[in-house]
């Protein structure tokens, strides 16, 4: 039988063979056959710069990684029905990274399952259903991580607002209600949530929880003013709710100066959930909570994950915590973050239509703009698929594709931030 090889022949038998909606990046996509740090390798072998992807934060295939897989993998891999030292070291790392009130671990196999238990950790602890969440969140791609990730149900396609979900204006002080000359501005975006509650404490449904992504990510890169998270925690809490820190981009070290985003925002949240880069690509999601809440969750009915928190998993999770901070990543995350952030000011400096420059460590966003300050998503296209032509991968986000978005594995090194921005500057100029 014929077992197609070139490129070409991959992406027709893709498009064959797998619904249309699994996207694929670029006019003319990459095929990726290895990995080294934060470098990618075609099928001739050609090297990119990988400044996009989060999930291999220690690297593309990591030795330490390969070793502890496979050392497990000759042993035993199994379920958490069985003891096992591993399971708890692993809970160990994760909760000393983490402020003591957060006490119990779950282990899941991604992302979205954990921010899917958060939604029924928080149902069982308050007996109530809402849900309060920022406009164009992501939490993930399972019925009820869906209902609240307005970048999915609000799309055209979408399932549409479940009545005990209320959306909230992004904290977007570039582009939103209230700017960065607006110093109220963190308890305005804030009050908003106040008649969100009140609807649905009138529609019935009562107030489970808030959930965001600590830094809205597919919002377009967004970090939201200091004081925000602070005072809609106080009102979420004060109408009986639980408080829900998605980190599965921004968490571990990636914002170099905190190891959480929620550090930043100085609160402590009931629930964090992590995932993506906790596995670096080994399918893993974590949710932390309080002693209080599993409680409630306690509740006669068995929890159970067939591969969460197997031995392989949670060895593997575990060298990852241990990686970063062995080779300092978080640390690498804060310096060459401030280098392409300088680099990224030169730029804004110099072309008109890079509205805006935002982010902390190697989470970061650059907002491409048109003349009349409008979103630029065709600049932001050109711009991206010219990087990859020079074989450099960055992403694009927010709610207009504008936001250039550049989230490289943390290992990333001094040369290479210079030639992203030098390549970012060749293709700005191109666009002029
Ligand atoms: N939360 C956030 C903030 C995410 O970015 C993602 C994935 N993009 C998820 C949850 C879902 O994670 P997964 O794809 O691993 O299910």
């Not at 981009?249 to 914002?255: I, V």
């Amino acid at each position: 039988r014929y077992v197609p090889t070139s490129k070409h022949d991959i992406r027709e038998a893709r498009q064959q063979k797998f619904g249309g909606n699994l996207s694929l990046s670029y006019a003319d996509p990459v095929m990726l056959v290895r990995g080294w740090k934060h470098h990618l390798f075609d099928e001739w072998g050609r090297p990119y710069l990988d400044a996009y992807n989060n999930v291999p934060h220690v690297g593309h295939a990591h030795p330490r990684i390969q070793a502890v897989a496979a050392d497990q993998l000759k042993r035993i891999n199994s379920n958490t029905r069985y003891l096992h030292p591993a399971q708890t070291a692993f809970a160990d790392k994760i909760l000393s990274k983490l402020p003591d009130h957060l006490q119990v671990c779950y282990f899941v196999n991604s992302g979205t399952e954990a921010n899917e238990l958060a939604l029924r950790l928080a149902r069982a602890h308050t007996g109530a259903k809402g849900m309060v969440t920022p406009d164009h969140g992501y939490h993930g791609n399972t019925t009820g991580a869906v209902d609240i990730s307005a970048y999915k149900f609000n799309k055209p396609g979408g399932v549409g607002q479940s009545d005990w979900v209320e959306l909230v204006e992004i904290a977007d002080d570039y582009r939103g209600s209230f700017g960065r000359d607006d110093p109220m501005r963190a308890r305005k975006f804030a009050d908003l949530v106040d008649p969100a509650i009140a609807s649905l404490q009138r529609k019935g449904h009562g107030v489970a929880g808030f959930i965001a992504e600590t830094f809205p990510s597919v919002g377009g890169q967004i970090i939201p003013p200091k004081g925000y998270l602070a005072a809609v925690y106080a009102k979420i809490r004060a109408a009986g709710g639980v408080c829900i820190a998605d980190e599965v981009q921004t968490g571990l070290g990636r914002l170099g100066a905190y190891y959480f985003g929620f550090e930043f925002q100085e609160v402590l949240p009931d629930i964090v959930v992590m995932g993506k880069p906790i596995g670096n690509g080994h399918p893993l999601g974590v949710l932390v909570t309080t002693r209080e809440i599993a409680a409630s969750f306690d509740n006669g009915i068995e929890f159970f994950s067939t591969f969460g928190g197997s031995t392989l998993s949670c060895r593997i999770g575990h060298e990852v915590l241990q990686i970063v901070d062995d080779e300092n990543l978080q640390d690498n995350a804060r310096q060459i973050g401030g280098q392409l952030m300088a680099g990224l000011k030169t730029l804004q400096a110099k072309y008109d239509y890079v509205g805006d420059v935002r982010g902390m460590g190697l989470f970061l966003g650059v907002e491409l703009i048109r003349s009349d300050g409008s979103e630029a998503p065709e600049i932001c296209a050109y711009v991206k698929n010219r990087m990859r032509d020079h074989r450099i991968l960055i992403g694009s986000e927010g709610p207009k594709d504008n936001v250039l978005k550049i989230r490289p594995p943390l290992t990333i090194e001094a040369e290479d931030a210079a030639m992203i921005i030098e390549v970012l500057d060749h293709i700005l100029g191109e666009v002029a």
